[in-house]
């Protein structure tokens, strides 16, 4: 289907080839996409989670993968491991270990608005809960301590030992 406008209601849609934009006739606003369905049937393991927003980069995700710290159904994923629907997808984000199901695979990466519709996110609730509380109770605190020590501190803790 090529490049063709069709009026509906208020709205006027365009087809193109991957993604189904739509304007409103009046408006001189540009055209938004609207992700109608998936361009492919599988897809590299580290491009999905790029392309899905759980990693600001795909080279980040591709040494997520390599280190070994991706689970794919439970095992260990290289980068370039084809997904299906309905695989399972485990991962440390920070201090949680977050479980994702792929549900569809988008075209490109995609806005985050439209995230929800592209995977499950089967994280237990314990998990949030824990990182809740970490931001509660805020970072540890750390003696940063005066720097170097003094001659006098030097001679002191000479004495003691």
Do not use: Q
């Not at 991957?18 to 540009?30: A, E, G, I, M, Q």
């Not at 689970?71 to 201090?95: H, M, T, V, Y």
């Amino acid at each position: 289907m090529e490049n063709e406008d069709t009026e509906f209601g208020s709205l006027v849609f365009l087809f193109t080839a991957r993604v189904l934009h739509f304007r409103r006739p009046s408006s001189k606003s540009p055209v938004v996409p609207i992700f109608t369905g998936t361009m492919a049937e599988n897809l590299r393991i580290d491009k999905w989670l790029w392309s899905v927003r759980l990693f600001k980069t795909r080279s980040l995700a591709t040494e997520a993968c390599k280190g070994g710290r991706i689970k794919l159904n439970g095992d260990a994923a290289k980068p370039a491991k084809e997904l299906k629907a309905g695989d399972e997808i485990s991962f440390k984000s920070g201090p949680i270990t977050r479980t994702v199901r792929v549900k569809d695979f988008p075209p490109s990466r995609i806005a985050a608005k439209f995230v929800a519709s592209f995977y499950d996110d089967l994280t237990p609730e314990e998990e949030y809960e824990r990182l809740r509380l970490m931001k509660e109770v805020g970072p540890s605190v750390f003696y940063t301590g005066k720097g170097r020590p003094t001659k006098r501190d030097r001679r002191k803790l000479g004495d003691l030992f």
